[in-house]
Every structure is written in C-alpha cells, then in structure tokens.
C-alpha cells in the first residue's frame, strides 16, 4: 500500500499447465524443462499415420499437442489423443510446430510457406519464402517476432502480423532453428 492508504490487490497466481511451445522448449533452444516428467513410462494412447512424422510436437499450456508431418497435415490432438482438428498444407513438414502467446501456431512446411495457424486450425495468414522451410520456427523472448530460415539461404524476422521485418542472405540454405539470445542477437 502506499501513503494514502490505498487498497493493494492480491491476485491468486496459479502456474501454467506444462508446456512446451518451440523446439527444445524455449527460445534459447535450452532444451530443458521446468517440469519433473514421469519415473514410469506408460503409453497413454497413439497415432496411426501413413506417413513419418519427423518433427518435434509442441505443447500448450491447455494441454493440446500439436504433431505435423510428411503428410502435410498439422494437427491438434486433445490430451486424451484424439485429434481436436487437422490443417493441410501444400507440402510434407520437417519443421516442429511453435506456439504464440496467444495460442497461434506458426509452422513451416516444403511448399515454402511459413503458417500462422489459429487455436481452431485456421489459417490466420502465409508468408512466403524463396525455398522449403525445414527450420523451426523460433518465437522472440517478447514474443513479438518470428524467426525462420529457409532452404533459399535466408533467415527471416517476422512480424506477428505475416510481414517480413528483415532477411539475412546466408549463402546457404538455413535448416536449422535459430536461437535468440536474451541480448536479442539470433544465431
């Protein structure tokens, strides 16, 4: 409280549900998690594809896992296993799913395209780019860009909105997830 004797409001802070929204956790690509995971693995359910699946999921603090793969589909599975909905790019996905802070999830796929997917699988817009994206989609530490390389030898920054705020010119295609330093320098 201060001087005048106003009210100071307690708010009851309860933590996320376990999440793991980019590739190896976070944006400095640690790999590590805050959660104890279990002493005795037990399969809780699977998923029959036709095709591999090759990247890693993503995990949202409601508890939705989302896989994608050389089938070009991305999808939501509910924490039960079953699939809450699919979103079909135009191309096989080598590129692990990240998730926004407010649920978008952005992912790349080999027909070029980086996806910004909304929480009811819908295309919330496409950004192009000169090649295949293989690389992971890596969210800033104020989450308010998007960095991506691509096979056309450039890592992009994207903004929220889709448009491009820069691109790098490598010299060769970028596979790789880039990593952000909490300085802001993306290697």
């Not at 309860?14 to 002493?39: C, I, V």
């Not at 359910?45 to 409601?62: E, N």
């Not at 705020?165 to 790789?176: F, Q």
Request: glycine share 12%; with cysteine; proline share 7%.
């Amino acid at each position: 409280a201060d001087s005048n004797n106003s009210r100071v409001q307690v708010f009851d802070i309860k933590p996320l549900p376990p999440s793991w929204s980019m590739f190896r956790h976070d944006a400095l690509h640690t790999g590590r998690s805050p959660y104890r995971g279990t002493e005795t693995p037990v399969v809780r359910w699977r998923f029959r594809s036709t095709h591999r699946i090759w990247p890693s999921p993503g995990i949202s603090p409601d508890g939705t896992i989302y896989a994608a793969g050389q089938d070009g589909f991305l999808r939501a599975f509910n924490p039960d296993g079953s699939i809450k909905w699919e979103f079909k790019t135009g191309d096989s996905i080598f590129s692990s799913p990240c998730i926004g802070k407010d649920g978008t999830i952005y992912i790349g796929s080999n027909d070029t395209y980086l996806y910004a997917v909304s929480l009811d699988g819908i295309e919330k817009w496409v950004f192009k780019t000169g090649d295949k994206i293989l690389s992971q989609p890596t969210l800033s530490h104020d989450g308010e860009t998007i960095y991506v390389g691509s096979n056309d030898g450039h890592l992009y920054a994207i903004e929220l909105s889709g448009n491009m705020k820069w691109k790098y010119y490598t010299g060769k295609p970028v596979p790789g997830s880039p990593a952000v330093g909490y300085d802001g320098n993306v290697y």
